[in-house]
């Protein structure tokens, strides 16, 4: 299992960034795909999943409305679109990969990737 994050970056209040999830060694038939979050100092934060064949979606209410998870499976790739970026939003993003058992606590997720950066300016 292998997943690689990418687009992070800077970005200023209000604005957006897509985030990228290029994973392999396994299919979402069997696994959900989630992000996280962690800012300093702060414990690691469920942000959206997307789960098995059918693709159903789950959000934090942090983000619910904001943020929207998406997957090309012909890429094997899932993406996390953030709109209306804050400075709250500031952490190291990852994405992990595990069996979906119906929470985004990440001690259910035990594949991660490296994490990528983003940073909100106020």
């Known amino acids: 299992v292998q997943l690689v994050e990418s687009g992070g970056g800077l970005v200023q209040a209000g604005g957006s960034l897509r985030l990228s999830c290029a994973h392999s060694?396994?299919?979402?038939?069997?696994?959900?795909i989630g992000w996280f979050r962690q800012a300093p100092g702060k414990e690691r934060e469920g942000v959206s999943c997307?789960?098995?064949?059918?693709?159903?979606?789950y959000y934090a209410d942090f983000v619910k409305g904001r943020f929207i998870i998406s997957r090309d499976n012909a890429k094997n790739t899932v993406y996390l679109h953030m709109n209306s970026l804050t400075p709250e939003d500031t952490a190291v993003y990852y994405c992990?990969?595990?069996?979906?058992?119906?929470?985004?606590?990440?001690?259910?997720?035990?594949?991660w990737g490296q994490g990528t950066q983003v940073t909100v300016s106020s």
């Open positions: 992990a990969a595990g069996v979906w058992v119906g929470t985004m606590n990440y001690r259910h997720f035990g594949s």
């Open positions: 060694g396994f299919t979402l038939d069997d696994y959900a």
């Open positions: 997307i789960t098995d064949s059918v693709g159903n979606t």
